[in-house]
């Protein structure tokens, strides 16, 4: 079984600042990693997504993510946070093999940033 | 667009009275799931179909129904025997329910639901 840990419910950072939201997983296979965003009374959108390619992923809107499988870890990183990035955000996790009903999400990274 | 979408954005309903919650898709795709949110607790899977007049339980389907009638509609009651359905509601598809990297999952804008 797959699962994900979001090391804080709740980050803050200043207009211009870095943006580091963390993410933990536990597989017993290299699995796949997703980032959603989520606007508030919204859906969730795709971020960017990890496949076993490349260990740094790009995504939209700026967002970055790196691989680590020695530290078990799937962080995602902005270089300069905008008013715009305020939402909240979700890793997942998938097994590679496993059907597409076996997404598990972590319970969320609420961003707030500050003028 | 192709996309997802889902009614009504808010809904409000009594204790004991089941409701309906509307998913329509017009990706194509064959997959669809219904997911239930509440603060601080991520996603919940409550049920999921293949294919049509198919479908499977999930995480947390107690004190739900869905049927599947049409490849693109997946409506969901919630029935008065869940004891707590106040919660934010959001149906998701993908292309089909096998894995592979490029099969993530899509979302619709949600239904928000509050029992009064």
């Known amino acids: 079984a797959q699962s994900v840990t979001q090391l804080g419910s709740h980050v803050s950072v200043s207009e211009g600042a870095l943006v580091l939201l963390r993410c933990n997983y536990s597989s017993s296979v290299p699995p796949y990693l997703f980032w959603y965003v989520q606007y508030p009374n919204q859906g969730l959108q795709l971020l960017l997504k990890?496949?076993?390619?490349?260990?740094l992923v790009k995504g939209i809107n700026g967002f970055e993510a790196e691989f680590k499988k020695s530290e078990t870890s799937f962080h995602l990183t902005k270089p300069s946070a905008h008013m715009s990035d305020a939402a909240e955000y979700f890793c997942?996790?998938?097994?590679?093999?496993?059907?597409?009903?076996?997404?598990?999400f972590g319970s969320g990274t609420q961003l707030t940033v500050l003028p | 667009d192709g996309g997802i979408t889902q009614s009504p954005k808010y809904l409000f309903r009594k204790e004991g009275q089941n409701v309906t919650l509307s998913c329509e898709q017009n990706l194509n795709h064959d997959a669809m799931y219904w997911y239930r949110q509440d603060p601080g607790q991520g996603l919940r899977l409550i049920y999921y179909s293949q294919i049509v007049n198919d479908f499977q339980k999930g995480d947390i389907a107690e004190g739900y129904s869905v049927s599947r009638e049409k490849k693109e509609s997946f409506p969901l009651t919630v029935t008065s025997a869940q004891k707590n359905p106040t919660a934010f509601y959001l149906c998701a598809s993908t292309l089909e329910l096998a894995g592979g990297p490029n099969n993530e999952q899509f979302f619709g804008p949600g239904t928000r639901l509050t029992v009064l």
């Open positions: 997942a996790v998938r097994a590679p093999k496993g059907s597409a009903r076996q997404l598990t």
């Open positions: 990890y496949t076993s390619a490349a260990t």
